[in-house]
């Protein structure tokens, strides 16, 4: 279920956070992508600068996005808790992986979103993972 630009409100909900959580679930890279402004930032938690890998813009969040279902067709995670504050979301997660070679991943983590307009302006995550 998609939720309409009528329907959508401006700040961080609950709901909105589990839209976003089912999408990504789903593996489903249009609506992933339709949950991002149109200069919408992933930050994703490791990479070559301070912030991690930065992917910024709905061309580059699909084509990562769709790289990473491809890589890890079983990929999940499992919702622990969603908070909101304003324009601020926090949501709390496990998720769960087949890399190609067949390792497995096993990770906690935490998405702080940044919504604007119903939209997420940034995506900012933050794991632990066993080493």
């Not at 490791?46 to 890890?72: A, Q, V, Y």
């Not at 096993?106 to 794991?127: E, H, N, P, Q, S």
């Amino acid at each position: 279920m998609s939720i309409t630009e009528l329907d959508r409100p401006s700040g961080a909900t609950v709901e909105l956070l589990q839209a976003i959580g089912k999408a990504f679930n789903s593996h489903d890279v249009d609506a992933i992508v339709d949950h991002f402004a149109d200069d919408g930032i992933f930050d994703n938690a490791m990479g070559p600068n301070i912030h991690g890998e930065r992917h910024t813009g709905k061309d580059m969040l699909r084509s990562m996005f769709t790289d990473l279902f491809t890589r890890c067709p079983d990929i999940q995670w499992h919702a622990i808790d969603d908070r909101v504050d304003g324009d601020k979301g926090f949501s709390e997660w496990r998720r769960q992986a087949t890399l190609p070679d067949g390792s497995k991943q096993d990770w906690l983590g935490l998405d702080i979103f940044t919504i604007r307009d119903g939209k997420i302006a940034k995506k900012d995550t933050y794991f632990k993972i066993v080493i």
